[in-house]
């Protein structure tokens, strides 16, 4: 029997995940069949057979990506000074994700199927659940050395800034005129306003 | 030939409607037939197809009333003395739809809907961008009396209001944890902080 390199695996899993993403944000996951995908990998669906046995589990493990990518970028944000500072370079990375086509027309799709598809839809709760967490912790640091507001309530601000990050994808997916790039300074006065206004 | 009275008309329609939108709210658009709207209505498919030939054509409708009534909500907040507590009504009025578990799935299946179908798509697309002029208008009134802080752009404000509205229908989406008539606080202290904040 043929050894499995755990690398080559990962490498040739990723090139099908890629594609995969490609394929969505051009036609959504339901007007994506799985030749489509194959060809898009160059790949036989024999061999995409072999990682994915569904276009299914292709959603979950980009999902999962997703989960494994924001917690990798929380954990080196709390390694600065200023944890406000911090919070707005997330939310200009969101900013940033949102006026990606690929990106956006991607967590639209998802945000869709979660409603549709009972699995998905709990993956991308636990993500957000995880999101939140981690945003709430944050917010308890940045309070704790005075660089946000106490009087804001960690878990509440955390949720309304998800909301905020929502709302960003949500103005992608119905208004034409907003530009996640010239937004920022907008942005920045909501949150600065809102978690750390001058005394 | 018959005459058609048209408030009786009107009412007929309106019972339809009514009626898709508790099917909907409990399946889904793709999930409910003609067949389940017409038994909810209490009607015959034949009556059914005489006020609204396809179920899209019912959809188009429950987007319309929407448009309708929040032009007519916004009418009348102009009237208000104080315009800055009058956009937290309306806010207030939001967080009550979210917490309403029928229109809030429904908001959630046309947003759905609006990726899939181009119609669905400009119609709500041509909704929120009268909603945004509304909210602009009432941010610009608001200003010129000093009720708001002459620093905000009607319009960017107006898009990022819009953009909390999304948020908060997608916290129902993912976050149970999210209970509307508890969040009404928070609500208020990131709009006051934002739009008018101590000098």
Known sequence: MRKVDPEKHAARR???????????????FHGTSTAE???????????????????HAIITAIVEEERQETAEFFRELHESPDLFAALLGF???????????????????????????EHIGELVAANDAELRAALSA????????????????????ARWIAAIIDGIFGRIAVDPGFKPDQERPMMHLLLTRFLCPKP
């Not at 939310?91 to 990106?103: H, R, W």
Request: hydrophobic share 50%; with cysteine.
């Open 14 to 28: 990723q090139v099908i995940v890629d594609a995969a993403i490609a394929c969505f944000a051009r036609k959504g």
């Open 37 to 55: 995908i194959c060809a898009e990998a160059g790949m036989s669906p024999g061999n995409l057979f072999h990682y994915f046995p569904t276009k």
């Open 91 to 117: 939310m200009d990375v969101v900013l940033g994700l949102a006026a990606d086509p690929v990106y956006s027309s991607l967590a639209l799709e998802i945000a869709a199927e979660a409603m549709r598809d």
């Open 138 to 157: 944050l917010i308890k640091a940045a309070s704790g050395r005075g660089q946000i507001d106490a009087a804001i309530d960690p878990e509440a601000g």
